[in-house]
Each structure stands twice: as C-alpha cells, then as structure tokens.
C-alpha cells in the first residue's frame, strides 16, 4: 500500500465550478500536510500547508484535513482556466521527509 | 524565475553518453535536492545535500552521481543510462532538511534517453 494515495486524473471540470481535489494517507502518525501547484513545464509550488485536522482558507482555496479518516482535501472555488495545473499533495514523514501523493491533473474548460 | 535554475531544460542521451545536469539556487538555502518526476507516479526522492554534504542517498542506481561543490550549487552526473531512466529530473532547496513546506523547485530538466 502507497503512503500516500492520490488519483492522476485527468479531472476536467467547467469554468467556475467547484473543484475537489482528494488524497488518503496510510499512517496516522502523519501530522504536516501540503498542498503543491505544478504547471506545465514548471516545477512544483507551496500552495498551502495545514498541521494536524481542521481547515485552512486562502481565498478561492481550502486545504481540509479530516484525521479520522485519513483524508485530506483542497477545494478550488470559482475555478477559472487559469487553475488549470496538476496539484501534488504531500505529508511529512517522521524524519521529516516530503512523502508524495502521484498528483492530479486539474482542466478547467473555459 | 524561482530562484532555483535548472541546466539544461531539455536533454536527449544516448545510452553511452556522459553528461551532467546543473542547479543553481541564489536563497540562502542550505539543503538541495534532486527529484525524479515520472508521469502519474509519486516524486521519487534521489539524493540530499545538507550544508554540502551528502544526508540520503535513496538506493539510487550508480549511474547517477551527484555532486554539491557548495551550498548554492547541485550536480547530477549521468552516465550509461538506460531508457527507463527518461523522466523530469527536479532539483529543489530548502533553508535546511526538514523545513516543511520551506520547499522551492526548479523548471526541471526532461530527459530523454534513446
């Protein structure tokens, strides 16, 4: 089993929609979780991090942490094409180590 | 520009080449990274320097050999690669190892070996 579960997508959603973006984890211990944005041709960007369970907001983005199920989640409100991107989550391992989900790859059609 | 800069973008290869991969970040960093990124598969971490010295080497195959001359500077040496080893080579740094979410990426170089 992965550490880190992430589906590769595509997810192809209108413009403006409500975008969820998912990833399970395995170990519970896991306590940092990050959200990263790749566009193409780029690398990898801190979108947001969150400790532990809870929410997190940054304007049209929320990270969301749900512990008891070991799930955690980014919602993209009002998407726009400008989203477009494949989004990487990610957890810290107990050595502190970034242990990475697969990535999803995010169209946002006009 | 990011601040970590990758050399050269794009590379094909063949399987006898040698040739080398650069990273060059202008942050203050202290730790650097390199990465290989292969399609709908998790990153794959390969090597980390810390303050110039080698902490992780991930049962990376001897082809690839790194070198970090000093804290701004990152080298991936190639040598008898195979097809598989195509992929997006990523170098990353940070302020030091374990800084969460403290992680900056280069573009990347493609790799393409024939």
Known sequence: ?????????????????????????????????????????????????????????????????????????????????????????ATLDSNYQLIWGAGTKLIIKP | ETGVTQTPRHLVMGMTNKKSLKCEQHLGHNAMYWYKQSAKKPLELMFVYNFKEQTENNSVPSRFSPECPNSSHLFLHLHTLQPEDSALYLCASSTRTGAFGGYTFGSGTRLTVV
């Open chain 1, 1 to 89: 089993q992965k550490e880190v579960e992430q589906d590769p997508g595509p997810l192809s959603v209108p413009e403006g929609a409500i975008v969820s973006l998912n990833c399970t984890y395995s170990n519970s211990a896991f306590q940092y979780f990050m959200w990263y944005r790749q566009y193409s041709r780029k690398g990898p960007e801190l979108l947001m991090y969150t400790y532990s369970s809870g929410n997190k907001e940054d304007g049209r983005f929320t990270a969301q942490v749900d512990k008891s199920s070991k799930y955690i989640s980014l919602f993209i409100r009002d998407s726009q094409p400008s989203d477009s991107a494949t989004y990487l989550c």
